[in-house]
């Protein structure tokens, strides 16, 4: 009696077909699904700003030292975290990067909800409700009050965090700025802590301190600004501009920390014209950065700045 290639009586087709078929790759039965990218994340921008007292533009009296706080913590797209770090302003929400010793031109340096509006952003963006939310600093405290987001971007709903004290210097006194949230919104309680960087203020614009803020008759050409400290574990950020123009111009540049940097004479030539009734505000600032609990890398800055004006 013939016999079929399995062995034993003539068999059917099928079983025969099923002997002859090779064995499954164990590899590909344990394949698993391709992991798809995530579609909402949780980002934090906290934004803590101390500025020295200098007099202001059109003002006899110098400001005080004054010390800002906004922080927002929100459910959004990842693609869309660029307009939640612009809804605490700032002026490197956004932009370039001019590199180490380089500058780029760009049209303002503020940011915020406003400046956030004008980006469509891809899926809708929820700011969370942290429960209370406080700056401690040694014995010191500031409270940061909830404030709900006006509606002008664009699926963005939801509230802010904010806080301005005069004479603030004393927060920065303990060498760390603690931030601390009691919890809310399916959010536990958590804190995080920022190195507060070594203070800055500008001491030469060309070859003038600017003992009352103020710096007049510069000659033409380039721009050379000193500073007075020096600090290795910030970054540093030196910005040029005016804003009492029709269109405001501003370069953004990124220096070495090392107290001097000079603004080439072609960078300088596309400001606007200056003048008594519009002069140039030089700014420089110093950020240090620190991660937040449950929001990923970097999201609370803390910055110095010190600001004069050139005639």
């Keep these: 009696m013939a016999r079929g290639r399995c062995g034993g009586s003539w068999v059917w087709m099928a079983a025969v077909l099923a002997c002859e078929r090779p064995a499954a790759d164990p590899a590909e039965s344990h394949a698993l699904p391709a992991t798809p990218a995530p579609t909402r994340a949780r980002v934090a921008s906290i934004r803590v700003r101390f500025d020295n007292g200098r007099p202001e533009f059109g ?3 110098s400001s005080e030292d004054r010390l800002r706080a906004v922080a927002v913590f929100a459910d959004a797209d990842p693609r869309d975290r660029s307009i939640v770090l612009g809804l605490v302003g700032g002026g490197d929400a956004a932009g370039a990067d001019p590199g180490l010793d380089g500058c780029v031109r760009q049209g303002s340096v503020g ?5 956030a509006a004008s980006t469509r952003p891809a899926s809708w963006i929820q700011l969370m409700d942290v429960g209370n939310l406080e700056l401690r600093a040694g014995n010191l405290a500031l409270p940061l009050q909830i ?7 664009d699926a963005t709903r939801g509230v802010r965090y904010e806080a301005v004290v005069e004479r603030g210097r004393g927060l920065l006194a303990a060498g760390t700025l603690r931030l601390s949230a009691t919890g809310g919104d399916g959010m536990a ?5 920022v190195a507060v960087p070594r203070p800055v203020r500008i001491s030469f614009v060309g070859d003038q301190p600017p003992e ?3 710096v007049r008759h510069l000659p033409p050409g380039e721009l050379r600004v000193r500073w007075g400290s020096v600090d290795g574990r910030a970054d540093l950020e030196l910005l040029a501009g005016s804003e009492t123009t029709d269109v405001p111009v501003w370069l953004r540049c990124r220096p070495k920390d090392d107290g001097e940097f000079v603004l080439p004479a072609g960078m300088v030539a596309q400001l606007p014209p ?3 009734q519009r002069p140039w505000t030089l700014m420089v600032v110093r950020r240090s950065r620190a991660a937040v609990p449950g929001f990923g890398d970097g999201g609370l800055t803390l910055e110095v700045a010190d600001a004069v004006h050139v005639e």
């Design 59 to 61: 003002k006899a009296e």
């Design 111 to 115: 940011g915020g909800a406003g400046a």
């Design 147 to 153: 404030r709900l987001l006006p509606a002008v971007v």
């Design 189 to 193: 309680a958590f804190s995080a802590e």
């Design 212 to 214: 009352t803020g103020l």
């Design 274 to 276: 200056r003048s008594p």
